[in-house]
């Protein structure tokens, strides 16, 4: 009796780990769920945005970050159904993906609206300068796009003056930051993530609505 008794606890125990395991990360209280609009204004093709998509999926999930990725569409055929919308500090951000960039320097593939309190929900991602980068004969262009959308929401949870010497944020990529990211290595430090962390949580709590944009340029 005792032995089955035994393999009954040690059943139920493995099933009580595995349907911890099967919740995701999401189960975990201190996990951020993060949605993201994305609005396909350059014809992004669907297997590039794919990998976008899975690239910058992994980077946030590093930081303890769940992303929702909301597929808004592209011209002429936006997806009104998803919410795509209703963008709000910190939960909710938008990011388009347009050809061309306003920035006026070809090396720039990005670009942050922040307000005067340093919070902003709102960012553009360049494809023309992007699609002809010198990066791309180290990094796939969905890797490499990934990469930037995941920069531009860094700029967005961090605040101003959020570009570091170094890694994911640093200003212009360098040869060192493209082969951590052609190896798909290229991420937040371990006090970005931090910051990034209690800045969303603090916002959260706060309740803050949404932030009143005003274009900064992110460097990148």
């Not at 930081?63 to 159904?81: K, R």
């Not at 209703?86 to 609206?113: E, M, N």
């Amino acid at each position: 009796m005792w032995r089955k008794l035994g393999w009954m606890m040690v059943t139920v125990a493995a099933l009580l780990s595995a349907s911890k395991a099967d919740a995701g990360p999401d189960a975990d209280p201190k996990t951020i769920r993060l949605r993201v609009s994305v609005f396909n204004d350059a014809l992004v093709p669907p297997s590039v945005l794919r990998e976008a998509e899975a690239r910058t999926r992994l980077v946030l999930k590093e930081v303890g970050v769940s992303l929702i990725w909301l597929d808004c569409g592209t011209p002429g055929n936006w997806h009104t159904d998803l919410g795509c919308r209703d963008v709000s500090f910190p939960s909710h951000l938008s990011v388009r993906l347009v050809l061309g960039q306003k920035t006026g320097r070809d090396d720039i593939f990005g670009q942050s609206f922040l307000n005067e309190r340093g919070q902003g929900s709102y960012a553009n991602v360049y494809l023309t300068p992007l699609s002809k980068a010198k990066a791309l004969e180290l990094v796939r262009e969905g890797d490499l796009l990934g990469y930037v959308v995941v920069h531009e929401l860094g700029h967005l949870l961090l605040g101003k003056n959020s570009h570091s010497a170094k890694g994911l944020m640093r200003a212009k990529w360098d040869l060192f930051e493209l082969r951590e990211a052609a190896s798909g290595n290229l991420s937040f430090s371990k006090s970005e993530a931090a910051s990034l962390r209690a800045r969303y949580w603090s916002a959260a709590t706060e309740n803050q609505g949404e932030a009143s944009p005003e274009p900064r340029s992110n460097g990148k």
